[in-house]
């Protein structure tokens, strides 16, 4: 069998990549499945352990670093994410393609790791945009939000990193985009 692409999903905090993710996933003709992410950063409403995140305490993800279990990780203001390594090794063997949601620095071990690794990047219309969205979030308190808001400015510094660009304006235009070179990837 034919083992599954790896695709990373990249762009700053609020850009919308878990809103565009929701219009791609739909499509099962992209044979596409979601790395769920471990993370130290506590449950926002409505977000359910082991769906959106595998939440946990620091000293596990200490030990799930130590242990090499993860394919990668990083620190994004104040808390630990990463990517359990087993889970997307099994799924790709098993022929799916695999969507991993993460920050760049996790995106740029990834790359090392993993040079035929689709790299998509999630810009916003402008960075003006960006802050309206990551407010109307209303998930964060002011400081976490200029913490992100300065990252993103940092974050966007590594666009050409990247092989694809895609502009979130219209969320179900930008995953038919992202469904687009899926495709053309899976040939
Ligand atoms: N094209 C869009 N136009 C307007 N608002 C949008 C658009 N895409 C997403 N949003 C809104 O922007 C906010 C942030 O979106 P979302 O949570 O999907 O971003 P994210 O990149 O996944 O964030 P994070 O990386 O922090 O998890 C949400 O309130 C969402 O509804
Ligand atoms: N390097 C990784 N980054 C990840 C992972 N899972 C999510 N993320 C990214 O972190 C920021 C913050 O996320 P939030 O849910 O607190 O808003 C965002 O850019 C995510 O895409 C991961 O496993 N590794």
């Known amino acids: 069998m034919k083992k ?3 695709i990373i999903i990249s762009g700053p905090s609020g850009v919308g990549k878990g809103t565009i993710r929701e219009y791609f996933m ?3 003709s992209l044979n596409l499945t979601y790395s769920i992410s471990m993370t130290t950063r506590a449950p926002r409403a409505g977000e ?3 769906v959106d995140y595998i939440f946990t305490d620091k000293a596990e993800f200490e030990r799930q ?3 090499g279990k993860l394919l990668e990780w990083a620190e994004f203001v104040g808390n630990y994410y990463g990517t359990p390594l087993e889970q997307v090794e099994k799924l790709r063997n098993e022929g799916k393609n ?6 760049v620095q996790g995106a740029t071990q990834v790359r090392e790791k993993c040079p035929d690794a689709i790299t998509i990047f999630i810009i916003p219309p402008t960075m003006e945009e960006l802050e309206k969205r990551i407010r109307g979030r209303k998930s964060e308190p002011e400081e976490v939000i200029q913490q992100r808001l300065a990252k993103a400015a940092l974050e966007m510094k590594q666009i050409s990193d990247y092989k694809y660009v895609v502009c979130n304006d219209d969320p179900e235009l930008a995953a038919d985009v992202i469904g687009l070179i899926v495709k053309r ?3």
Not at 98 to 103: D, K, T, Y
């Open 48 to 50: 359910v352990n082991n």
């Open 26 to 28: 739909k499509d099962e």
């Open 185 to 187: 990837n899976s040939k």
């Open 4 to 6: 599954g692409l790896l």
């Open 98 to 103: 695999v969507v991993l949601e993460i920050e």
């Open 65 to 67: 670093i130590k242990a």
